[in-house]
């Protein structure tokens, strides 16, 4: 259950179609835009700079599931989405506490019921035969300590989507070659490759991580985020929403009048109704 263990698999959610039009969507972007972050590129506030990913955050089967998840019809977008291309990882949570004082949510939210705010992890490639996907520590939402909490490594396929709190530990692909028995191998690989072509670490784990994209495809991911219509989920898109706008350096807050007309036709609140102060913020 999403509330004791922080996080829930939903199987087959997207068809092969529509993984293939996100995959589109998400490589075009990235021809010429994009942050460089993390060994790749990454987009913050997607859900308002990229308008071809509008569809995807009222999709039938997301406002299904999240209403499930919740526990009620009365669910709110928090406007957040994060799209990435090629990004490595490590273990953090995602409540901002490494971001900003108090975190999104103003102040160590890690024993608070009522505050449910969850991002779907999705990966537009299969995760089940490698360790490219996400990992999780269990339990991890109910306390601060980022290295504590039974590790489970989650298989995916395309079309396959987690659900996680946003203050459960997790991270993403953290080697270049995301493969368990490859862990001692990939660092000899770069000595060799040192050896061979007299090119430094950097340059030679550059080289290795190339030839796995050129191998297994580019890896492609979309985070995006609802919760309960509570002071949390507020707090939580209001202050994510800043830490979008920093990393943006632009002032684009609100989605597309289409997308905005998708959710109220959908009874789905939106978090944007809150964002006015960053309006003047952004301004000053
Ligand atoms: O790269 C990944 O798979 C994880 C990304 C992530 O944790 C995030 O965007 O917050
Ligand atoms: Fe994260």
Known sequence: MIQTDGYMVIRNVFSAKEISSLRKTVKNHFKNQGL????????????VEVSDLGWLFYHPKILDVMRQLLGQE?????????????????WHK???????????FGFPAYDKEDCRVYKVALYLQDHAQNIGGLTVRKGSHKFAEVDKGEEVYIKTKAGDIVVFDVRLNHTGQQDILPFLWLEKPNFLLRKIMKKIFQTEA???KKYLKKLYEILFGERLSIFFTYGLPNDYTKNFSVNNMKRQLWQNKNANIFL??????QFIKNNVLVAEEYFSELVNENKS
């Open 202 to 204: 950097k340059q030679s």
């Open 36 to 47: 460089l972050a993390n060994s790749g590129l990454t987009q913050p506030n997607a859900a």
């Open 94 to 104: 995602d409540d901002g506490m490494g971001v900003m004082e108090g975190g999104y």
């Open 74 to 90: 009365d669910i709110m977008f928090t406007s957040h989405c994060d799209i990435h291309c090629r990004t490595l990882s490590a």
């Open 256 to 261: 597309s009048p289409a997308t905005r007309q």
